[in-house]
């Protein structure tokens, strides 16, 4: 193809328009805002209702902590939640975490939980880039030679 059908321009043309001309400045874009971390270590939701449950599984697959569940049988299993698959039921929708002293992968049905509390510490609460210059601006305003900073033991 040759031609306006193949997307050529007549540069001469008064309506041309420079492929160019609809490209966006980076440097004028508006700087989006990042994620806000909720403050979910501690907290234990209302599971009132199917879409409570919905939301508080939701939030606690993208916890960066241990969770403890309870079925609805009374028995309790604390881990790292890293994986839920969404069905049109309860019965129908899985989580799937690494239990806390095991290595294997257990599959919980959402309809087998009765209670969900997000029990272990959050591993990267306060390790933002702003939490990091100022720590860096601490030490060195203390004046320490040393301005390398070292991350936390994680238990």
């Known amino acids: 193809m040759t031609g306006k059908e193949g997307g050529h321009i007549d540069h001469a043309s008064a309506e ?6 609809n ?8 700087v989006a805002p990042g994620t806000a ?9 209302e599971l009132a209702s199917e879409e409570e449950l919905r939301v508080a599984l939701e939030k606690a697959f993208d ?9 609805k049988d009374g028995s309790k299993i604390e881990g790292y939640l890293f994986d839920r698959r969404t069905g049109a039921s309860l019965k129908e929708s899985v989580v799937r975490l690494y239990p806390k002293n ?3 992968k257990i599959s919980i049905s959402y309809a087998e939980i009765g209670a969900l509390a997000f029990s272990g510490r959050d591993t990267a609460a306060g390790k933002s880039w702003e939490a990091w210059m100022k720590k860096y601006g601490e030490k060195k305003a203390a004046g320490e030679k040393d301005l390398s900073l070292h991350p936390e033991p994680l238990e």
């Open 102 to 104: 095991s290595n294997e």
């Open 16 to 21: 041309a328009i420079p492929p160019h001309a």
């Open 23 to 30: 490209v966006v400045n980076p440097d004028a874009l508006e």
């Open 37 to 45: 971390h909720e403050r979910l270590e501690g907290w234990i939701p």
């Open 63 to 71: 916890y960066r902590g241990d969770v403890t569940i309870t079925r």
